[in-house]
Every structure is written in C-alpha cells, then in structure tokens.
C-alpha cells in the first residue's frame, strides 16, 4: 500500500468558546489492493409470506450494532400478515430466525395511514425510531397529519411521540419533523425539524419564511436532539450568534454514546469566520447555489445564481432533503443543494466544528451521505473531485475518513494504483473498531478483475488498504444487478444492503429486478488475520 503524507498547519483564533490551538492535518491516500473474496452467505432480507418474493421494491435502512436485526423500508403489502395501512411502512427482519415484524405502528398496534421514509434502529434493536405523516400514531397530537419523529418499543409494544414539545404552539402542519438517528441504549435520538416550539425561549432565526400559497414549506430546519430518560429537547444547529442555523441543517448521525452528532448543514452563522478553513472550489460554488436556493429572500440577480454542484449522486443520497423539496417544492427557477459542510456536535461542551476537510486541510461540501463512526472519533463523508463521471456529469465523489481527534485523513475510494476513479462512491458504513468501512460505488477501478458496470457495494480494511467487492454471487462473481446503502453491524458480522441482482442468494439465478430488494451477508470474522480488537490508536 502506498501512502502520501502531509501537514498543514491553520491556527485558529480563540473565539465564540472555542481554544487557541494548531490543527495539523495529516494526507493518507490508501491504496487499495486485490484480496480473496469473503465468505459467500448472503440472504435475503425483504423476503414475503411463506418464503414469496415481495410484490414491491424495497430499501436498506440499517443493521443493529449486535448484528440480529435488519432494518428497511418497503412498498411491499406481502411481508407481514397484518394489511398495509400506507404505501410505505418500515420492517424488522430477525437475521437468526427469519422473522419480519412491521415496526412503523400506532401505539395500539394498528398500522399507520400515513409514509415512513426515515428510520433508525438502537444497537440490540429493541427501539425503533421512526418519521411518520400519519394521523394515527399517537392520541392527542397538536398538528393531525404533520410529519413527526416517533420511537417504538419492540419490546413493550409502545409508541410515543420523540418530536413533541412542551407546550405545543407551532401549529403549522408543514413544519415537519423527520430523519431520526438514536443512540445505542436508546435514550438519546436526534432528528431535523422545521418546528419552533421544540426548545422553550429559543429566538427564532432572522429569515422567518413561513409557508404561503406560492411556497408551502421551509427551509428552516434545524438538528435537534431529544433525551428520552429526561424529556428535553436541546438545539443542536445553535449559531454562534446565539440564533437557529441560518440554512437548512439535516442528515444526523449519532454516536453510539450519545456524545458526538455529526450533520451537513448550508448554515454560515455555525461557526465564527476565523474559525473557518478555507473552502475547495467545489465547496465554494455548492455554498453559493446552496445559499441562493435557500434562502429566498436573498437579493441575488437570478442571472447570476449559480445552479447546484453538478455532481454523480448515490441513489437516494437526495432522501435526506425533506420530502416537500425533494418532490419538486422548491422554487422552479433554483436547482435542489446537491453537497454540504458536514460538521460535528459535542454534546458536552456543545461546541460545533467543520469535519469535511481535504487532504490539503481545505473545507469540502460533502455529499449528503455523511455520517459518523459509532465511537463519534471518525468523519466519514465523500467530496467532489473533477473530471466528469461515468454519467457524464461535472464531478465525482469520493471517499474520505477523518480521525477527528488526530486529523489524519484518509482517501478511501481513489483507485487502484496508477488508475484514477471517476464513479463516485459514498454512503461508508464503519466497523466499532474503525478499521473496516463498507461503502457504495460506481467506480470501475476499486478492485482487479472483470468489472462491474453500476453500483456496486465494496468493503476496505483502512489498516491495510484492502479493498473487496462484497455483493457478489456465491460462485464469486459479481451480481448481475447494481447495489447500494451498505449498513455494517459493530463487528463487521453482518452487513445490509440493497440490490437488484437475482443471483446473490445461493440457488438462484434470476436476472436482475427493476426496483430493489434487501439482503444481508453475515460472515463468521472479518477476513484473514483480524484480530477482532479494539482500535488500536484510541
């Protein structure tokens, strides 16, 4: 493996709270080299009645950190013997047994006459957190039919309400709530939110766009994060001027203690100017449309309104926008955000800091798969680099790791050495231990042999540089069908994914499917010569 080292030194000035200090970022490119494939044991997971296929398309959602339970969302209405009650509900599938339960339920149990796209499950899946439109989840709920975050217990059979507020006098319906992320016990879930009742006394941000006839939604959303045990609410998104983000903040992840909160946000208040590395030109282009597409009242001649980053997107990456922007809200003349500054959140000391850096220790917009490790010490984020895309377009992501306490950075999708990548690759998944990280890509160069056209889902062993295809046919060969949303369990045992390959699952041979189903690979140890330890530079 070859590595590339370099420093970069930027002092930052103490302000707003935070510590003089020199922050030296160090480059690690790693290059990724040919290995024998992993074990082949893939099933799947979206699976019908009686062993049936599914009668529709299906989405990756998750994994639990112990590897038992799988988590996805689907059109389906042949998982489960209870009827559907909406188009789109959200499933548990016991890896061990084989069992789907339906988890987007009221708390009597019935099923939801209102969407699920966003779901979370806690580290042994008892909790699920889950957004919801539906009239019906809980009693007494101030907006009927306004989406919200809600939690259910697998074990109690409970529903209750996550997004909800003391005294609840935001009533407007569009306000949305949505996108949670919950901690390993379950006690803390952070989440989006356009509301402004959630945080007693907070002043509300100076833009102040409520909806209208011409414009039935907000940009005004904001990271959130609830404490079960104790029922409050803080802002995550907080300004340095004391005030919500400026721009849309979204995409949470929370560590597993609860402590870190990781986020992408088109906010410019978050972090005091001084503090602020220096943008890539990527970054600086995707800040210029992103401030112009959200934030109407902006006097910016419209000639002169930049569209948003041409970049090769994951599939999905835009379920991260609201669904009122992703379905075409948006104002008809400015383009939908494409990238973001990821930054991270202290819950401790409630200090934020800008965590998408380059190797050259400039600011990059990351694409809106970012997320962070399970111990909150890791980045994980894609960026933008030149030259086109197996689609054509402008820009291609690619992979980085940051160790948030050193500030070494690690390149991970680049390419074989002496090829260049240009699919982009995104949505990492990261082991406990920080060393293995799955991931999507539609690069051609990321492994030898005969490629694969599309997406596909590969791992990489960051000590190492490894890299390995990991949806593959029993025989070894790749899928026959495209794969994407890799999520990986604590330990690397099992990973979830999702594909349209028919010949993944040992004795079958089908061709690949126009929409997605579900599957889980489960394998009894990393690879050769893991140690299983802890991470070793903790």
Sequence with gaps: MSRTTRTTRDRWPAAGGSVLAAVAVLAVTAAPVQAAPLPRDTVRVSTGLNGALPDNQSWSKGVSADGHYALFTSWATNLVSQPAGSARDAYVRDLRTGRTERVNLADDG????????????NADGRYVAFESDAENVVPGLPVPGRTEVYLRDRRTGRTELVSGAPAATD???????????ISANGRYVAFVSARTDLVPGLVPGPRGDGPSLARPYTWDYNIYLTDRWTGKTRLVSLGVDGKPGDSMS????ISADGRTIGFTSFADNLVPAEQTPALTAPAAEAAASARAATNPAATIPAATIPAAIDVEQAPGADLALPRAVREGAAQANLSRPTTGTYYTYDVESGRISAASLDLDGKLGAAGFDATISPDGRRAVYALPEPGGSTNGHRY??????????KGTVTKVSGGLPGTTSVGTSDHGSITADNRWIYFSSAADNLVAGPQ??????YRQDLRTGRTERVATAPDGSSGNGSSIDPSVDARGHAVVFGSTSGNLVAGTTGPASEGYQVFARTDGHHGDGDDQGQDEDR
Excluded at 110 to 121: E, K, Q, R
Excluded at 452 to 457: I, L, M
Aim: glycine fraction near 6%.
């Design 396 to 405: 291609h992501l690619v992979l980085y790791v940051r160790d948030l306490r």
């Design 452 to 457: 694969h056209p599309g997406w596909d889902v």
């Design 171 to 181: 009533g407007d319906r569009f306000h949305a709530s949505y996108a949670p992320s």
């Design 250 to 253: 979204l995409n949470p992840t």
């Design 110 to 121: 019935s099923a939801l006459n209102g969407f699920t796209d966003y779901v979370a499950i």
